[in-house]
């Protein structure tokens, strides 16, 4: 079963403008990550956010954490044409099993 | 490189046989994971090793699937008798537990049973 939802499914952006995702999860959870996967590729750790933690950064990534609403989002700034991708959110809770979504398609026109 | 290698990159069989994956992780690296992903999913948690203990193994998907991790190092996992549900891609990640918890994931293995 999959613990965590991306939402959107799919996000159709130009160049330049800002993309956020969302990840809402039903259980607590000791952490929550963001990956990207281009295609036919494995995945590239982004982002880890702890439960007592609300906000991290990471160059132009931005990921918030409310662990209240049970939910966390990835805003990317500025997007590149090479930010096309996968994204993930994966969460862990006290089996620290990572669970992943089934992830949020990015595709950004030049 | 010294990131996380799989081997092979692809594999292609007939629907019986047995297939055998390969996993070697950053080499300091104390926990090892493996994932089945299929098109437009993400990964699915199958197994995983702290060193040579195997932690968790009840998410295998059916006893046709085994993995060992035999002196803490490289890794295998087996498919036995293979099925055409089993075509999917195997994704290896480790993780150095005290770091914080991030996965440093291989390309991943495309199996296609025909």
């Known amino acids: 079963s999959q613990q965590g939802e991306e939402d959107p499914q799919a996000l159709s952006i130009q160049e330049g403008e800002n993309a956020t995702m969302n990840c809402s999860y039903k259980?607590?959870?000791?952490?929550l990550q963001w990956y990207r996967q281009n295609s036919g590729r494995g995945l590239v750790h982004l982002i880890l956010i702890r439960s007592n933690e609300r906000e991290k950064h990471s160059g132009r990534l931005r990921v918030t954490l409310d662990t209240s609403k049970k939910s966390s989002s990835l805003l990317i700034t500025a997007s590149r044409a090479a930010d096309t991708a996968s994204y993930f959110c994966?969460?862990?809770?006290?089996?620290?099993?990572?669970?992943f979504g089934r992830g949020t398609s990015l595709i950004v026109h030049p | 490189d010294t990131g996380v290698s799989q081997d092979p990159r692809h594999k292609i069989t007939k629907r019986g046989q047995n297939v055998t994956f390969r996993c070697d992780p950053i080499?300091?690296?104390?926990?090892l994971y493996w994932y089945r992903q299929t098109l437009g999913q993400g990964p699915e948690f199958l197994t995983y090793f702290q060193n040579e203990a195997q932690l968790e193994k009840s998410r295998l998907l059916s006893d046709r699937f085994s993995a060992e991790r035999p002196k803490g190092s490289f890794s295998t996992l087996e498919i036995q008798r293979t099925e055409q549900g089993d075509s999917a891609m195997y994704l290896c990640a480790s993780s150095l537990r005290l770091a914080g918890d991030e996965q440093f994931f291989g390309p991943g293995t495309r199996l296609t049973v025909l």
């Open positions: 259980t607590s959870i000791n952490n």
């Open positions: 994966a969460t862990e809770g006290g089996s620290y099993i990572p669970t």
């Open positions: 080499s300091e690296h104390n926990r």
